[in-house]
């Protein structure tokens, strides 16, 4: 179970609880909401690890980018030295190994390019998910607030009986 399917049980125990008459507030079983909440709690660092693990590979990529595009390097500059003893050759062996590492520091851009896509998509998933959290929280802060502000309207009336 991942923290979307976690904030779905949520909002839906608070949409499907029973709502107080004449109010827009409801009343929520205070130990399933906890318990989520609790669940949500223990899911979030498995989310911030994939987080830390979509980071990792983008590193990954980068490195084997940056491999590939020295193997491709060490290759023209071989195939440079082996052409270095023919005159006519020296020119075009020249123009070749600055095409080959041209291709490799494009392939190497285009690699990066994808890595910091992939991971940006991973983080705005990541982001929304906090932000959606951030909301239920709020909201249910400010049910409890309405709550104990009622409760205290309620004892002050019942406590001052010439009202």
Known sequence: MDVHDKLD??????????????SASA?????????????????LPEELTHAD?????????VDQGRVEAERLLQHAQAEHDRLVEETEVVTAARTRAAHVQQQAEVE???????????????????EVTLDKLAQQVRRGREHL????????????DEADPAS
Not at 145 to 156: F, G, I, L, P, S
């Open 27 to 43: 009343i929520v079983h205070r130990a399933d909401l906890l318990a989520l909440l609790d669940e949500l709690r223990e899911l």
């Open 53 to 61: 693990a979509v980071l990792a590979d983008r590193e990954a990529v």
């Open 108 to 126: 190497a851009t285009r690699l990066l390019t994808d890595a910091d896509d992939y991971v940006d998509r991973k983080l705005a998933d990541f």
């Open 9 to 22: 049980e949520i909002t839906a125990l608070v949409e499907d609880a029973r709502a107080v008459p004449m």
């Open 145 to 156: 607030a309405e709550r104990v502000t009622a409760q205290h309207r309620r004892d002050d």
